[in-house]
């Protein structure tokens, strides 16, 4: 029993109104473990050659300690960004995220965040008010050295249902792009990639920019609520059908991410490593049990000294209801590393 003097004090995330530019806020450090990694292959079945087979890694990488995955770590990272957006109604886009070292398992990983722009939204007849936040994101390791960058924009409620902030930032100049010069000088540069050499008729595919690969195997979206906790993703619409808007769990932007990107793998398996995103858009939510598809055009393919650079626009859809209704839910480029 409470002792009379007790005060009840509700622990809940901000509305648009408490946020401010400036405000910085950080999460527990994580250590990525084994564990992490089975449970993000479980959910994801991605087939990233380096992320799966240790002892490929340690030959390729130098490295004693096998390389994780790099959509785990933006996941976590992505995850630990999420005190200001715990009453997220979407997240918007991410911008310029680039890895600027790999990641390995048993490294810790520790993102702090800044509130960099707020703009509230045009106010509609019957809809309560909301504010877009943007937010930038930087990772380091146990040895603080940076290892991931990028800006992020949720949306929020207002608390009041006719709130006027006032604020109007422009987002249009949220974040950047990295320049060629950027991109090559993350490539790690002592990588032995003679040992990811294979001569399967699968990796021949044509990887000549212009081409579009269609990928026929969908995933059914599954453990949602699993890849949320797993990160520490606080964004209550993820775990509670209640607070999400569509009255079902609204589908974290990350999972839908990871499992384009694990379809990629299928089409591409020459690919090495993610090295940065450019834009990434939601365009429209996922539920859970949503049946996903996705189509990958090579924008441009940058021979460098080792390997090269693929520039890929990747399009995902999301399939419900019966009859099927299908909905273009992801548009996203990304740099990845092949052979």
């Known amino acids: 029993m409470l002792p009379p003097a007790a005060t009840r004090i509700s622990v809940t995330g901000p509305h648009f109104e408490d946020l401010e530019r400036g405000m910085v806020y950080d999460a527990p450090a994580v250590t990525l473990t084994e564990g992490h990694a089975a449970l993000y292959q479980a959910i994801t079945g991605d087939r990233l050659r380096l992320a799966l087979d240790h002892h490929l890694s340690r030959r390729v990488t130098g490295q004693n300690r096998p ?128 040992d990811l050499t294979t001569e399967r008729t699968s990796d021949r595919l044509p990887l000549t920019a212009g081409t579009r690969l269609a990928i026929a195997a969908r995933d059914t979206v599954t453990s949602a609520p699993e890849l949320v906790r797993l990160t520490l993703n606080l964004a209550m619409a993820h775990t509670d059908a209640q607070l999400s808007y569509l009255g079902e769990r609204l589908v974290y932007g990350g999972h839908t991410i990871s499992i384009a990107f694990a379809q990629v793998t299928r089409a591409i398996p020459t690919l090495i490593t993610v090295i940065a995103w450019g834009a990434c858009d939601h365009i429209a939510p996922v539920i859970e049990n949503d049946r996903l598809r996705t189509e990958v055009t090579i924008v441009a393919v940058e021979p460098l000294s080792r390997g090269r650079l693929l520039r890929l626009h990747i399009e995902t859809f999301a399939s419900r209801s019966e009859p099927e209704q299908e909905t273009k839910v992801l548009d996203w480029h990304l740099i990845a590393w092949s052979t």
């Open 67 to 194: 390389l994780a995955h790099p959509m785990l770590a933006i996941n976590l990272a992505i995850g630990q960004t999420t005190w200001a957006s715990q009453r997220v109604k979407a997240n918007l886009f991410y911008r310029g995220l680039v890895l600027l070292r790999p990641i390995f398992l048993g490294d810790t990983l520790h993102t702090h965040s800044r509130i960099v722009a707020l703009r509230q939204n045009a106010t509609k007849p019957g809809r309560p008010a909301t504010g877009i936040v943007a937010l930038e994101m930087t990772t380091h390791n146990q040895d603080d050295e940076t290892v991931l960058h990028f800006w992020r924009c949720p949306m929020i409620p207002c608390r009041a249902a006719d709130a006027v902030t006032g604020h109007a930032d422009d987002l249009e100049s949220v974040g950047r792009h990295p320049n060629d010069a950027e991109l090559r000088a993350v490539v790690p540069p002592n990588w032995r990639l003679s």
